[in-house]
């Protein structure tokens, strides 16, 4: 698949994921926030946390498991972008967090709040 057909599929399934969350309560504060560090597809506020969410999807399992591919490289550069994120925007560096994963299979949503750690 081309490249530009990707972004905009992965447009499509973070828009889904934006209303998902605005459905749970979230305030959503950005969307694909850019760093030398890593992209985080979407910021948002849930109660007293601000939550880093990462956006996957699988047509289906042929190419393995959505949330298998939040690896640990990329939850660290997810982490390196989460703190250029909270220093740029002036939040204390105390304030809780949390990384979820919002993963597609196909139409169905699954939510995995706290899905790792720093």
């Not at 994921?17 to 992209?39: C, D, M, P």
């Not at 969410?53 to 399992?61: A, D, L, M, Q």
């Not at 298998?68 to 939850?75: P, Y």
């Not at 196909?106 to 709040?113: A, F, L, R």
Request: proline share 1%; hydrophobic share 40%; aromatic share 14%.
């Amino acid at each position: 698949m081309k490249k530009e057909n990707m972004r905009e599929k992965g447009t499509v399934y973070e828009n889904k994921a934006v209303l998902f969350l605005k459905k749970k309560g979230f305030q959503i504060l950005e969307r694909n926030f850019y760093t030398k560090a890593g992209e985080i597809d979407i910021v948002a506020k849930d109660g007293e946390y601000i939550v880093f969410v990462e956006v996957k999807y699988r047509k289906n399992g042929n190419a393995g498991d959505a949330m298998e591919a939040v690896t640990i490289r990329k939850q660290k550069r997810l982490y390196s972008a989460a703190r250029v994120y909270l220093y740029t925007k002036w939040f204390r560096m105390d304030i809780p967090c949390r990384f979820d994963v919002i993963a597609f299979y196909g139409e169905k949503i699954v939510h995995v709040e706290n899905a790792f750690t720093s």
